[in-house]
C-alpha cells in the first residue's frame, strides 16, 4: 500500500521535497519524481503493491499485486520493492507427489536480488489460512538481500518462516514471527549474514533452526525472545558458525544450544538466565555462559557474556576455542572480531609475558617446543579506538595418529 507523506524543509528558502514514511533501514535512495503527484519514488527495479489489480507490469505505475511475480520477471542485481500491506502469495509445490507434496508460499529462486519491504512492521508475508506450507519463504540461491518485512506464519499450517538454503544471503530488520515449526532455518547454507531482526513466538524447533552443512554464518544483532521452546537450536552439523551481540530473552526451555561436534563462536550475546557476576564492572560476566550440547556430552560456552541487554553493536572478540598441537609442529590460530567500527587491528601476546608484540594479523602462526598448557591472548582494536581482548589456551602435547594432527580443544575438558 503506497503510504507517502509530504515534508517541507527551509533552507534559505523553501523547498518542497517529499519521502516515504519508512523506516530509515527499509528504502533506498530516491530516483525521481512521481510527475502526476511529485512524490518522491523509491529506487527499484521492480514495485509491487498489495492493492494493485492483476495484470502489472511490474513499473511504478502498475506493480505486481504478488511479490512471487516480481521475484519471476527480475534479473540479475535487480531491486524488488513491496509497498506495505499484507501478501498471502500463492502457494508453489516445490516437489513431491500427493500426500507427500511440499509447499512454500514465496520461492526465491533466482540469485542476486534486493528484495525490501517499505516498512517492516506494516509489510507482512503471511501464511495462508487453512493451507499447510512447508516455509512461508524459501530461499535457494544465493546473493539474496531480504529486509524491512514481517514475516508471520498462522500459528498452525505453516511450518518454517524462512528457509535458507543457499549461500552469502543477508537477512536483515525483520520481524519472523508465529511459525509452527521454527522463524528460520539453515541448511546447506553457507556465509550468511542475519542481523538485526526480530525472531519471536515461533515453534517447537526454535526461533533459529540449524540442520546439516551449516558453515561461516554470521548471526548477531538478533533479538530471540519469547520463542515456544528454544531460541537458537544448532541441531545438525557444521563449523565455523559465530553468534554474538544477539538477546536471548524468555525462550523457556533452553536459550540455545549446540551439537556435540561443531566448533563454532559465541561471544558477547546476554543471556537472560546467565547467573554470574560482574565484580569488574565492564559489563561483561566474570564467568561463561554454558550452553547444553545437544547429547549432554560437554558444553559450549559463551565467554563473554553481557550482563545487559545488547543495544547497538559493540566491539567484541575471540582468539578461538581452544587449541591442541604437537610440539615444534606449526599451528595457525585464527582470531575473531565483530561488532564496534571496521577495520580492525589483531595483536597477539603468544608467550604469556602480557605484551601483544608475538603476532599481527587476524590469522598467526606459531610453535611450542615443550609439552604443556599455554596461555594465548588477543587484542583487538576498532576503526575508532574501541579495544577487546580475549584469551584461550594452546594444549601441547603428544597426539596418537596421524603425524602433523591439529584440532582444537574444548576449553572445559578436564
Given amino acids: 500500500m503506497k503510504k507517502i507523506i509530504v515534508s517541507i524543509i527551509l533552507i534559505g528558502w523553501l523547498l518542497t521535497t517529499s519521502i516515504l514514511s519508512v523506516n530509515a533501514y527499509d528504502v533506498p535512495q530516491d530516483q525521481g519524481q512521481d510527475e502526476l503527484s511529485g512524490y518522491a519514488i523509491p529506487m527499484a527495479d521492480i514495485y509491487v503493491d498489495d492493492d494493485a489489480g492483476p495484470g502489472g507490469d511490474g513499473s511504478y505505475e502498475h506493480p505486481f499485486q504478488y511479490i512471487q511475480d516480481g521475484i519471476d520477471a527480475a534479473n540479475k542485481d535487480d531491486a524488488i520493492f513491496v509497498f506495505s500491506g499484507v501478501y498471502k502469495e500463492i502457494p508453489t509445490n516445490v516437489g513431491g507427489e500427493f500426500p507427500h507434496t511440499s509447499w512454500v508460499c514465496l ?16 509489510t507482512i508475508i503471511h501464511g495462508l489460512d487453512n493451507t499447510r506450507t ?9 546473493h539474496i538481500t531480504l529486509t524491512g518485512f514481517t514475516i508471520k506464519g498462522d500459528n498452525y499450517y505453516s511450518g518454517f518462516g524462512l528457509e535458507i538454503r543457499s549461500n552469502y544471503n543477508k537477512i536483515h530488520n525483520n520481524i519472523v514471527k508465529d511459525n ?7 541448511g546447506g547454507a553457507c556465509y550468511n549474514d542475519i542481523y538485526e531482526n526480530i525472531i519471536t513466538g515461533n515453534g517447537r524447533w526454535g526461533g533459529i533452526y540449524f540442520t546439516s552443512e551449516n558453515y561461516n554464518n554470521k548471526i548477531y544483532c538478533n533479538d530471540i525472545r519469547g520463542n515456544l521452546e528454544h531460541g537458537l537450536n544448532n541441531f545438525g552439523w557444521g563449523d565455523n558458525n559465530v553468534f554474538y551481540n544477539n538477546n536471548f530473552i524468555d525462550n523457556p526451555r533452553y536459550n540455545a544450544h ?15 538466565d546467565y547467573m ?18 545437544r547429547n549432554h556430552d560437554g558444553y559450549a560456552e559463551d565467554r563473554h557474556p ?24 606449526d599451528l595457525t590460530l585464527t582470531g575473531i572480531a565483530g561488532g564496534g567500527t571496521e577495520v580492525y587491528t589483531y595483536e597477539w601476546d603468544l608467550d604469556n609475558d602480557g605484551d601483544y608484540d608475538d603476532g599481527e594479523g587476524a590469522s598467526v602462526t606459531y610453535s611450542w617446543k615443550r609439552v604443556g598448557t599455554y596461555t594465548i591472548r588477543l587484542k583487538v582494536t576498532d576503526d575508532i579506538g574501541d579495544i577487546f581482548t580475549d584469551e584461550t589456551i594452546v594444549k601441547v602435547k603428544i597426539i596418537t595418529g596421524e603425524t602433523g594432527y591439529i584440532e582444537r580443544v ?5
Avoid: F, Q
Wanted: contains cysteine; glycine residues 12%; negative net charge.
Fill in 107 to 122: 520461492l526465491v529462486n533466482k540469485s542476486s536480488l534486493n528484495i525490501i519491504g517499505e516498512n517492516k512492521e506494516t
Fill in 134 to 142: 512447508e516455509a512461508i519463504i524459501r530461499v535457494t540461491c544465493g
Fill in 180 to 186: 509452527v515449526k521454527s522463524g528460520i532455518i539453515l
Fill in 258 to 272: 549446540d551439537n556435540d561436534n561443531n566448533i563454532n563462536i559465541w561471544m558477547g550475546n546476554y543471556w537472560d
Fill in 276 to 293: 554470574g557476576e560482574d565484580n569488574d564492572g565492564d559489563g561483561i560476566g566474570d564467568t561463561s555462559y554454558l550452553l547444553e550440547k
Fill in 306 to 329: 553481557r550482563m545487559n541487554p545488547v543495544v547497538g553493536n559493540p566491539l567484541v572478540a575471540s582468539a578461538g576455542n581452544g587449541y591442541k598441537v604437537k610440539p615444534w609442529r
Fill in 410 to 414: 574444548n576449553l572445559l575438558e578436564k
